[in-house]
């Protein structure tokens, strides 16, 4: 099946910028989405991204790159409430035997 | 709030047992996808129908099934609970894969 690959954690600090990268299995990728989840909430939508290129929506942007089989989440002026674990998740086409596949998630550490 | 609903919240039972979890999905919304997520564990996708069909299925055990009915509420059934089985069960709806709404999730406990 697929499977997406992702930092387990990262750490940075309030006000700064960070990147969560995502690399992904190409058989079958049709688009690339990512999620946040704080502690013992549910998962909520940040991004998509079907074709190359930034999408950008607020402070948060996300990259893809179709060619390196790679993606990113960027975070700008981090605040406190961005500590939280960030999903990669990639739509796979041909059947989507295994729905919309998740890494096993980046959980992020703000410091003050 | 994401407009989907996932009851029970909490649920504690005992090895053995059997379990129904319940989600409606968000009004219009004709797919519903079940993940479950164990701790420090990522998203491990179960099973998707699509207006009352199975449409794909992924790690789900056999011991585990599912349905989605006319209203497009949709019921995850777990049996012969194993202490494995302890996990957040989330339910999400969509209209297109690329986004998915999650509802707040049914925690499972098995003793």
């Known amino acids: 099946g697929q499977s997406l690959e992702q930092p387990s954690e990262v750490t940075a600090v309030e006000g700064a910028i960070v990147q969560i990268n995502c690399t992904y299995q190409?058989?079958?990728?049709?688009?690339l989405s990512w999620y946040q989840q704080h502690d013992g909430g549910a998962p909520t939508f940040l991004s998509y991204?079907?074709?190359?290129g930034l999408e950008e929506t607020g402070r948060f942007s996300s990259f893809l790159s179709r060619s390196d089989s790679y993606g990113y989440l960027l975070l700008q002026e981090l605040q406190m409430k961005d500590s939280a674990s960030y999903f990669c998740?990639?739509?796979?086409?041909?059947?989507?035997?295994?729905?919309?596949?998740f890494g096993k998630g980046t959980h992020l550490i703000i410091q003050p | 709030d994401s407009g989907v609903t996932q009851t029970p919240k909490h649920l504690i039972t005992a090895t053995g047992q059997r379990v129904t979890l319940r989600c409606s999905p968000r009004?219009?919304?004709?797919?519903v996808y079940w993940y479950q997520q164990s701790l420090d564990q990522g998203l491990q996708f179960l099973i998707q129908?699509?207006?009352?069909?199975?449409?794909a299925k992924g790690n789900i055990l056999e011991r585990f099934s599912a349905q989605q009915f006319p209203d497009l509420h949709s019921e995850l059934n777990l049996s012969s609970l194993e202490l494995g089985d302890s996990a957040l069960y989330f339910c999400?709806?969509?209209?297109?894969?690329?986004?998915?709404?999650f509802g707040e999730g049914s925690r499972l406990t098995v003793l």
């Open positions: 999400a709806s969509s209209k297109n894969t690329g986004e998915l709404f």
């Open positions: 998740a990639g739509e796979y086409s041909g059947g989507g035997a295994d729905g919309l596949t």
């Open positions: 009004s219009g919304d004709l797919s």
């Open positions: 129908y699509y207006n009352g069909e199975e449409r």
């Open positions: 190409t058989s079958g990728f049709y688009g």
């Open positions: 991204n079907a074709l190359d």
